[in-house]
């Protein structure tokens, strides 16, 4: 166990308690980048991208800063955080640190959820924008082939000048 107010701590707590704020912050540009994604505002979601990109190199460097602190334990690399905590950190700094290992470990599982679920929105979009284009580019072809149950080719036939008025269009 270390002493009371140990240095490797306090700063362990202030990266704890940064990461937190980060990750609180880029879920809130999750949550907006869902909402442009869903009204579809182009230039909106290329300002938010680079808003979260550059809030992902904060996480990392936040992070790398953490590992590099845990790394001054013998036991840095192979154990959980709160592991250390409760080998070699003293019981008054431990009820503050502990608090916020429980708060990051929240924010990181909140994060991972609405990334899935912003990640499930784009999807379904790219879906929805390239059935559109199939649509679209069918309409302009005579002859349009698609597979059908059993792997077989259908052909259907588009009836007279159907196409070239797409095309016009």
Request: glycine fraction near 6%; charged fraction near 20%; include cysteine.
């Given at each position: 166990m270390v002493a009371k107010g140990n240095p490797v701590f306090?700063?362990?707590?202030?990266?704890?308690?940064q990461e937190c704020a980060l990750y609180e912050e880029y879920l809130s540009l999750l949550a907006a980048e869902e909402e442009v994604v869903v009204n579809v505002s182009p230039d909106k979601i290329l300002s938010i991208a680079h808003r979260r990109e550059a809030l992902?190199?904060?996480l990392q460097d936040a992070q790398e800063r953490r590992k590099t602190l845990l790394k001054t334990f013998p036991e840095g690399d192979s154990i959980k955080l709160s592991e250390i905590i409760a080998r070699h950190c003293h019981p008054d700094d431990a009820k503050r640190i502990v608090p916020q290992v429980r708060k990051l470990k929240a924010s990181i599982?909140?994060?991972?959820q609405k990334g899935r679920e912003a990640n499930?929105?784009?999807?379904?979009?790219?879906?929805?924008v390239g059935g559109?284009?199939?649509?679209?580019h069918s309409g302009t072809q005579n002859v349009t082939r698609v597979y059908g149950r059993k792997g077989s080719i259908k052909?259907?036939?588009?009836?007279?000048?159907?196409?070239?008025t797409l095309k016009q269009a």
């Open positions: 306090t700063q362990l707590e202030s990266v704890i308690k992902h190199d904060k599982a909140a994060v991972q499930q929105v784009v999807d379904f979009s790219l879906r929805m559109c284009l199939s649509l679209l052909e259907s036939y588009n009836p007279g000048k159907a196409g070239t």
